[in-house]
């Protein structure tokens, strides 16, 4: 037996490879590659991802509670509150609540005592999303009983917090909702359009009026606490806080108690009444019937009396001081300014009033059937003759009326804060003719146009400042509700009037009140007024539109009131008239007590006629 290997006696050489070759060169790159790389993503997780992580990790050991700004007020021109807010308890969860197990306990209790449907509230919660930091609101304003049971089952809520918030309240109900609009919880697509601005799920914004036209100045900015938590979400500490910026008050041109006046005045009559002051366009007072009461949309969630008092077939959410109907006999106004400012009348003329006037082959009647025999131009606005204006307007042409309705602002938007309400109304001309009827202007156009007729359509807060034009002595004025110490010339354009124009506007329309369809004013429980009232066709089988409107003192006027009736029947004169007296009287007697005679209504003048 041999003491050696074979292979080491045969002399041959070792074929092993293991270790040998590209090998170690190639295990050495690896390592180097996967370290490299680690390294590499190590580094990217902390210098590119870092921040971004370190906010997820924030979120999960810090929470923020955040606190609702408080609105701003709201007050009349004489400081009165108008609307405030009012602080009821509110349920909100953690946007990760449903994502626990315990969510198969809470979900169905919440459901039971605030009755709200559990998809309801998980889906407010996935629209926050489950790294949301901030608590969501799911049920607001909570009655005694239900804040106790929840008390009860405190041990059985996780998440479930009770706490305050601020909620609008308007303390005058319907009495200015058309004024003040209201706020309501935004829409999916109002924060969609609305993120980029700060708002956030559960967030409140005015939705008309006041409310929306100075949303940005009434609102606040959002403050809150950074609050510690455990690993089971209990506060530990506070670690920091910014205290919520409250809205700003606002005071309104609006005169409470002229408002309130308007509102009983105007009653359960469809249709609207505007006050304002005839210097300066300063809305004193603006009232549509039906009207809601704003509360109802600070409600959590209305019920089906609350959908019908603002869903009526009768349309309460619309404001009809900024909706435009026929204007009927109170043009007469532009079409006197026309006639005296084309130059084809002057001051003196008479005209000869008939019980009809064929004009073009077609038969145009006077409202009394028989006419007035020769009329001046402050008998023919006493007395509202149509065949009168119907003879100013022929003579005056169509461009001419078209001109001077637009001169006194109709057919375009007044410039007062609620733009999105308002209606532009209607000046029709040949374009317009052509357009939507395909067919020429003729001179009857302008025949039914000189009375107010036709497709004319002009809005109550309009032919308040067509009444402040002879009040103010030739300036049409801007109206707005907000309040500053502006001087009143900062408010009005001249229309570059001539005097003598103004001069027989002003001696028409106090004829009208002393001797023509408006004695019904001439009463000695307000100052001397100026007016004039209007009934206006409203289509075959539809009860009449009605109008009037009034300015005083008429020396020195100080206030216009105008009184639309919508499809209220009768006329101007008997309809509307009382309801401006109304107003007049509360305004004059409160601002200058005992100075006028109480009303004595029932021993008032009547009114008859247009």
């Known amino acids: 037996m041999s003491l050696f290997p074979s292979s080491l006696l045969s002399g041959k050489k070792d074929t092993r490879t293991v270790g040998r070759g590209s090998q170690p060169i190639f295990l050495i790159l690896f390592t180097l590659l996967m370290t490299a790389g680690i390294e590499a993503r190590l580094a990217y997780l902390q210098i590119v991802e870092g921040p971004k992580l370190r906010q997820r990790a924030e979120a999960n050991r810090v929470r923020t509670i955040a606190k609702q700004p408080e609105r701003g007020n709201i007050f009349d021109r004489n400081g009165k509150l108008l609307a405030s807010t009012r602080y009821p308890h509110s349920v909100y969860l953690w946007p990760m609540a449903h994502t626990k197990p315990s969510w198969s306990i809470v979900g169905p209790r919440l459901e039971k005592i605030l009755h709200i449907p559990q998809e309801e509230m998980q889906k407010k919660l996935e629209e926050a999303g489950p790294n949301s930091s901030s608590l969501i609101r799911i049920a607001r304003d909570l009655s005694e009983a239900e804040i106790t049971v929840l008390k009860e089952y405190k041990n059985e809520l996780p998440e479930v917090e009770i706490n305050t918030e601020a909620v609008r309240y308007y303390p005058h109900g319907k009495e200015i909702a058309h004024v003040l609009g209201y706020t309501r919880e935004l829409t999916p697509e109002q924060l969609k359009q609305r993120k980029a601005e700060g708002y956030r799920l559960g967030d409140v914004i005015g939705q008309m009026g006041i409310e929306k036209a100075y949303e940005t100045t009434l609102r606040g900015e959002w403050g809150g606490q950074q609050v ?14 910014k205290e919520a910026k409250s809205g700003k008050d606002l005071h309104l041109t609006i005169d409470l108690d002229v408002q309130k006046a308007a509102e009983k005045a105007l009653g359960k009559t469809q249709g609207a009444i505007v006050a304002l002051d005839p210097n300066n366009g300063a809305v004193l007072a603006m009232v549509s019937h039906p009207t809601y009461d704003p509360n109802i949309f600070s409600k959590q969630k209305l019920s089906q009396q609350d959908w019908e008092s603002i869903q009526g077939k009768n349309h309460p959410l619309v404001n009809r001081a900024l909706s435009a109907f026929p204007p009927a006999s109170t043009f007469k106004i532009v079409t006197t300014t026309a006639g005296l400012e084309s ?15 064929n004009i073009g082959g077609v038969t145009f009647g006077e409202w009394n059937h028989a006419g007035f025999g020769p009329l001046g131009f402050p008998r023919a606005m006493a007395m509202s003759s149509d065949t009168f204006f119907y003879q100013v307007g022929r003579k005056v042409g169509g461009p001419t009326l078209i001109k001077w309705s637009r001169k006194y602002g109709f057919g375009q938007r007044t410039g007062i804060e609620f733009a999105s309400e308002e209606s532009k109304g209607l000046v029709p001309d040949e374009t317009w003719k052509q357009k939507a009827w395909k067919m020429p202007w003729t001179i009857g156009d302008t025949i039914n146009m000189s009375i107010g007729q036709g497709a004319l359509q002009v809005t109550p807060l309009q032919s308040a400042i067509m009444f402040s034009v002879p009040a103010n002595g030739g300036y049409r004025v801007q ?14 354009e001249s229309l570059n009037m001539k005097q003598t124009t103004i001069n027989v506007l002003r001696d028409g329309l106090r004829k009208v009140i002393t001797e023509g369809t408006g004695k019904r004013l001439n009463v000695p429980s307000i100052a001397p007024a100026s007016g004039k009232s209007g009934t206006a066709e409203a289509g075959v089988g539809r009860p009449n539109h009605t109008w009037f409107g009034a300015y005083a003192p008429a020396n020195k006027p100080e206030i216009v009131v105008v009184a639309f009736g919508e499809n209220s029947g009768d006329h101007g004169g008997t309809v509307c008239g009382p309801m401006v007296l109304e107003v007049l009287e509360a305004y004059f007697q409160h601002k200058y007590p005992g100075k006028y005679v ?7 003048p009547t009114s008859t006629g247009d």
């Open 479 to 492: 109206p707005h509700l907000l309040k500053d110490n502006e001087q009143a010339k900062s408010w009005r």
């Open 598 to 604: 109480p009303s004595q209504s029932k021993d008032s």
């Open 228 to 241: 510690e938590v455990d690993g089971a979400g209990r506060p530990i500490r506070v670690l920091g806080e």
């Open 343 to 357: 130059g084809e009348f002057s001051p003196g003329t008479v005209l000869q009033t008939f019980g009809s006037i």
